[in-house]
């Protein structure tokens, strides 16, 4: 209609570890399609690529994101017993020396992050001040990653309230809400049946983890099925949560559009398979493309 106002389109942007590396592949769909997003959210994963994206600084991230190495995520793991597997501080350390930390009301597309209130579970929306702090406090999972002190409050991963952030596009101002959910399929993936051999270093990697959490696995007989690890119960049960917040949240506040790459195949912690889940998340927005551009019209 001639004069009519333009439609806000914002971006929701979920949790999901390393499955995260998926939103690359939805935000690179939609630039190559004209569609550039009036705002952006995300929570826990999703904050770490919506802020990259918000900053203009999402070409040298994948960059980097493609050439990631296990090595490479490995020395970013500082593990600590003291609440918390991983530390983070690595991490966000390296993001203070790539990339410049500017306050989130200065970015150049709006930007807001979610996190949890550990003492009342309230949702925490970070709308101002540092954008890696904000960052740093939605994506601290617990048991994997370390709480962090922001204002007073103890905050982890916003994933444990709304996973995929629509009713923070929607109060941002989106009229419509393109929403990126990275656990859609994830519940059928334990089974109790032998599980796949990982490779050596990895192996390693994950029997040092379950050592730091006190791991202690009971001996079996032969005819008994194999448990999943200690690492895989934690990692699944966050799995669990999340996808059920999200039907909940979803339902009764559902976004225009819903992505929904597939993404049973990566765990929580192959941060080093971003190609994977780049290329899933082209895939996840280019059958959901048609859709939101006839919302558009």
Known sequence: MNGARKL?????????????????????????????PDLVCGTSIGALVGAAYAA????????????????????????????????????????????????????????????????????????????????????ALPALFMPVVHEGRVLVDGGLVNPVPVSLARAMGADIVIAVDLNSNRLSRHRLEEPEKPSGEISEWKRKLQENLG?????????????????????????????????????????????????AALGLLDFHRSKEAIAEGVRAMEAALPDIEAILK
Not at 56 to 84: I, K, P, Q, T
Not at 232 to 240: A, L
């Open 56 to 139: 203009e600084e999402l070409d040298g991230f994948e960059n980097w994101l493609r050439g990631l190495s296990f090595a490479d995520v490995l020395s970013f793991m500082d593990v600590r017993m003291n609440g918390g597997m991983i530390k983070g501080e690595r991490l966000m350390e390296f993001f203070r020396r790539k990339f410049i930390d500017r306050p989130i009301e200065e970015l150049a597309i709006p930007f807001a992050a979610v996190a949890t209130a550990l003492d009342t579970g309230t949702e925490v929306w970070l709308r101002e001040g540092s954008t890696l702090d904000a960052v740093r406090a939605s994506i």
């Open 215 to 263: 791991a202690f696995m009971p001996e079996r007989s032969e005819d008994e099925p194999r448990l999943p690890s200690i690492l895989d119960v934690i990692t699944s049960s966050i799995n669990i949560m999340q996808v059920r917040i999200s039907r909940s949240r979803m339902s009764g506040d559902p976004p225009d559009v819903i992505v929904s790459p597939r993404l």
């Open 8 to 36: 806000r389109v914002g971006l929701a942007l979920g949790s999901g570890a390393a499955r995260g590396w998926a939103h690359l592949g939805v935000i690179r769909v939609l630039e190559k399609a004209g569609i550039r």
